[in-house]
C-alpha cells in the first residue's frame, strides 16, 4: 500500500519537472521583455565555457526564458498590490494611481567630479569663438514629487547630486542650468503634480514648457523686443483625453493600473509649419512632422514616447521665420522630447541628437559636420551618469 503511495506522490512530480524542462527545450527564446523593458538572456555558448561563466550564465538565461514567465510574474505582482505591499516590484503605489521609483541613492564627491570632468573635457574640446554651450537638468519624478513618498521611503539625493555635478563644471566652457532647483523652488506640490505622468518616469507637456521656460531665459538669447514671445499669453494647451497612456512604470507592472490619463502638449499659438529633415546616419533626408513628431497620436493606446516623440537618432527642423537666428544641437535624454516644437519656434535651426543611437553619430562628428552656434546638453537628474558616458 504504501509503495502505491509513494508511486502516486513521485510519478507526477517527476512528470512535471520533465515535462516543464522539456517545454522549456521547446519553447523559442525570446529577445526582450517589453514589461521589464531589458533584453533578455540568451543561451550560453562555447565562448562561455572559455570564460568559466557558464553555470551563471546559464542560471540566468533559464530565468530569463522560463514558460510562461511573464504570466507568473504578472500573478505574482497582482498578489503584492492585493497584499498592499509597501513596494511592489521596486515601486511605490500611492493611493493607487501615482507609481513611484525607488528614490535615488547619494552620489559620492569623486564619482560626481568624475562625471563633471567628462562634460569639462568635451565641452574644451568643441569650444570656439562664438559659440555658447549649456547643460541643463531635467528634474526627475523622484525628486520633484517627493512630498508624495511614504515616511518611510527615506531620504532622495538627487537635487544634491546634481547641484554639486554643477558646480564642478567649468564655467569658461560650458554654463549650468539648474532646473532640478528651479522646480523645487518655485512650484507648489499640486503645480508640479500637474507636471508629470501618473504612472510614467518622465514629465509631461506642461512640466516640459516650464522647463524650457527655464532654459529660454538663462540663456538670454531673447533680447528686449521678443522677451514676451515665452509668455504665457502665447502659448496654448491641449489635451488627448480619449485615449489610453501606457506609461512606462504601468508597463513594468503589466498594465495592471489606470491608463486612463490625459497627454498635455503645449504649444505656440502662432506655430507655423517648418521643414523637417531625418539622418540614418547617411545625411539628412526631407522628412515630415507626422513621421518624427507625435507619431502615436492617432493610436488608441499611447506612449511616451509615441505622445512626443520617439527615439530617433538624429533630425533636423528649420524655421526661416525665427526670432533668433541662430543654430542650435541639443544633445538629449528623453525627457527632452515635448520640447522640440518649443525650440523650432525660436531658432532657426533645431537637431536633435540622441546619443544612444547605433548608427555611428557621436556628439562630435555632429557638432563637426553642424557647426552650431548653440550646443545643448539635455539630461534628466537621475540616470545623468549613463547619458555622459556616451558624449564622445
Sequence with gaps: MKKIKYFWLTVPFIVVIFGIGILNLLSKDKTESLNENRSLQQAPG????????YPKIYETYYTDQFIKRDSLLKLYTKLQIKMNKSTVRGYYIIDNKWIMPNKVAKQNDDQIKHIADKVNKFSEKIKKDGREIYYASTPCKSQVLDELYPKYAG???TLENISKFGKNLNGNYIKFINIDKYFNSEFSEKEKEKMYFKTDHHWNGIG???????????MNVLDENNKKLIDNSNFEISEITNKKFLGSYNRNLFSLFSKDENIPYVNSKERK???YFNNNGQGYEISDESKLISTEKTFDEITYGGAYTNDIPLYK???KDAPINKKILIV??????PTTLLFADLFSSVEILDPKNDIELNVSKVVNESDPDIVL???NSETYGGMVDLIK
Design 46 to 53: 562555447i565562448e562561455n565555457i572559455i570564460n568559466r561563466d
Design 155 to 157: 531620504e532622495g539625493f
Design 208 to 218: 516640459a514648457f516650464e522647463g524650457f521656460k527655464y532654459i529660454i531665459k538663462n
Design 273 to 275: 509649419k517648418y521643414e
Design 317 to 319: 527642423i528649420e524655421n
Design 332 to 337: 538629449r535624454d528623453s525627457y527632452q522630447a
Design 377 to 379: 546638453f539635455m539630461f
